[in-house]
């Protein structure tokens, strides 16, 4: 069976000699016989798709992408940076104008009464707040993003106008046509909410600097570094809250955003501090032909205490002045993995026993400690070292082992200590009983302390367990 | 030599030659006093009676503990211990095989103790440096290959502006051959440490309380020696935590090690007659 080659979309040109989308290939050469056509490319378009959601951050910082063709723009509480929705809405389409896509731009109260007016209405509408009533009623219901089938359906009864749908008695119609169909119609009336998937959650902790000239040079970046972040902490300071992560991100000139982020380990909100932590990786930012707008979220936002109720206890003071700054300039030069502590966790098994917990959180209170009295070495190798070893069987100490080519005569030592499997971990089916090592601390004739097990008991004489070097007591 | 003047402008002068000589002696350093180690036969041979703070101090070991530095980082850890407890300590590593189980059961208080993987040696010194000189950090180890004198010098600089003290174990991770070892050092003591046979109490199985032999090599303005040392508090449940003990030194100095001193023990200071 060969598959029909259709039309994928069609240009503005296309579209006025008659073609459309899913039109069959042949029927199009036809009709229009000098018909250009390039292969569909789902997948770059999603690429674009994503790439224009990142250039739109620059105008919320809520963006959702609504694959194929289209993306929404939370622009609630942001409006007012540019004077209004009329004012934005024409920057907007200014600014994007400038990349040579062919686009439709409406506002709406709705997500579903955009997607309508944007497909089906005038380009450029701005629905008054709860007005998108009178707007929708003339659209086709095609444009309540219902299912093919389905608007195909309504339309042979005769049902041409969303009007005449929002006029028909609800149980009937929902019966009809399914309850898809009625929420479809509420989510476009705002009778009903709808949730997007926003690119980046949305935060209203988002600051933006515009500039009329674009910029490139370095210390220009640092300082606008400096304002937006400043920018955004007065907010901050000023309704008592503190931030765990900040993302600065720059849009150039040719549309493409540079995001950089960093990371607190105390939420905070001190602007010299986390411009300080962003000057670093300015230099890995391409400004390109230039910057023309720098925006900020924070991420992570908590309500933190003012300054003055901290300064009486000594060790926040000392945190919040020392250690918290250290640790922050720490993880964001070498990574978060690469700062750590040890934080305890309730395991037999050495290797499991210490988590990496992030430097400043307060420890687990459920959690017992370590215990002391199980000695563990100090240098806990990673992966545990072959040696050769001569022990009496079954159970006893090694009398002798040779590790790393050298020989050590064991004068003292302790154990066994049996570390078996944790079986309730896994199936019951595959526990086992010989999946067990045991520990000895063994001391040779030098001073030096070891930490040496067998793998498993002795069963075969043909095949002796193994034993292994896992950590040194120093 | 004529003698005309008064004895007492005599005395005066030679007092001030004192104090300009104490003075060279610790390079102006404002002086951050000293954690004793509880027993006069090693206290007497360190300035001011105890390992001195807002200084940095090598610990080196022998043989294979280049690589493994096991019996240098227990020492460490027992040094650091009762600095810790104070305050916040940092742990700057290239190997990340330090556990903390271990330093739990010798008494270090393991949830004070921030872990640093870097991943050179620079960045060990330069991280070293920015954590001696944070506020509420009392205790910073590092483990480096070899320090030459510009670093060593920023670091007693970085230790100088809060009194945190440094501590830096000499350590090959990862093997390999060793560098060219640089001339000089700005460290206040030296110590090279290797692990000694344990004694436990009469009647009992197994090992006993861990046991070191330290060498001090070098150390301005005091003396060297040696030295064997017991860690008694590792390891017993009864020691629930250093705090409980009151001050004593984890350490506890079991005997002088006389005949593999390098140099006559002799003050340095001889009293003007």
Known sequence: MRAVRRLHAASAEAAALGLHAGQKATDALALVPELVTAEAEPEA???????????????????????????????????????????????????????????????????????????????????????????????????????????????????????????????????????????????????????????????????????????????????????????????????????????????????????????????????????????PRLETVDPGFGIEVVTITAQAVEATSGRQVRLDALRDAALEDGLAPLVDRLTNRLGPERVWRSAPVESHVPELAAARARPLDAPAPEVRAWNREAPRPLRLFRRPEPVEVMAPIPDDPPTL??????????????????????????????????????????????????????????????DPPKWWLHGLFG | MSDFRAPSAREGRLDAARAKIAAIETGGRADFGGLPFGDARIDACLPGGGLPLGRWHEITGPGMEVETAAAPALFTALMAAPLALRGQAVWVLRRDDLSAPGLAGLGFPADRLIQVCARDEAETLSVMEDALATLGVTAVVGEVEAVDLTAGRRLQLACEKRGATGFLIRRRPFGGQARREAGGSASATRWRVRSAPSEPPAGEFGLGAPRLDVTLERCRGGRTGAWLFEATAAYELEVQNLEARDGTHPLRLVAELADRQLAPAQPLHRTAA
């Open chain 1, 45 to 279: 378009d999603t690429t674009a798709l994503s790439a224009l959601v990142d250039w739109c951050v620059r105008f919320s910082p809520a963006v959702a992408a609504d694959p194929p063709d289209g993306l929404l723009l939370d622009v609630t509480g942001v409006d007012h940076l540019w004077g209004g929705e009329a004012a934005m809405l024409a920057d907007f389409r200014t600014r994007l104008a400038k990349s040579g896509l062919p686009f439709r731009c409406v506002i709406a109260d709705t997500p579903g009464a955009a997607w309508a007016l944007v497909r089906f209405g005038e380009d450029g509408t701005i629905a008054p707040p709860g007005g998108q009533g009178p707007l929708l009623a003339p659209l086709p219901p095609a444009a309540l993003r219902l299912e093919p089938e389905t608007w195909a359906q309504i339309e042979r009864l005769g049902l041409r106008r969303i009007g005449q749908i929002m006029d028909l008695p609800r149980a009937p119609f929902g019966r009809r046509f399914g309850q898809a169909a009625l929420t479809r119609l509420d989510q476009a009336l705002g009778r009903e909410t709808e949730a997007l998937t926003f690119r980046r959650p949305p935060t209203p902790w988002f600051a933006r600097l515009a500039f009329a000239e674009p910029i490139s040079a370095p210390e220009d970046m640092a300082r606008v570094t400096a304002d937006v972040t400043a920018r955004l902490c007065a907010r901050l300071e000023a309704e008592s809250h503190g931030a765990r992560r900040f993302e600065l991100c720059f849009h150039r000139l040719d549309g493409k955003a540079m995001p950089l982020s960093i990371g607190l380990a105390l939420p905070g909100r001190d602007p010299i501090r986390i411009a300080r932590l962003f000057a």
């Open chain 1, 401 to 462: 082992f040779r590790w790393r080519g050298q020989v050590h005569r064991v004068r003292r030592a302790e154990g066994p200590e049996r570390i078996a499997e944790e079986w309730w971990k896994g199936a019951i089916g595959d526990a086992r009983t010989d999946n067990l090592r045991d520990y000895y601390r063994v001391e040779d004739d030098a001073g030096g302390r070891f930490w040496l097990f067998r793998v498993g008991l002795y069963a075969d004489p043909e």
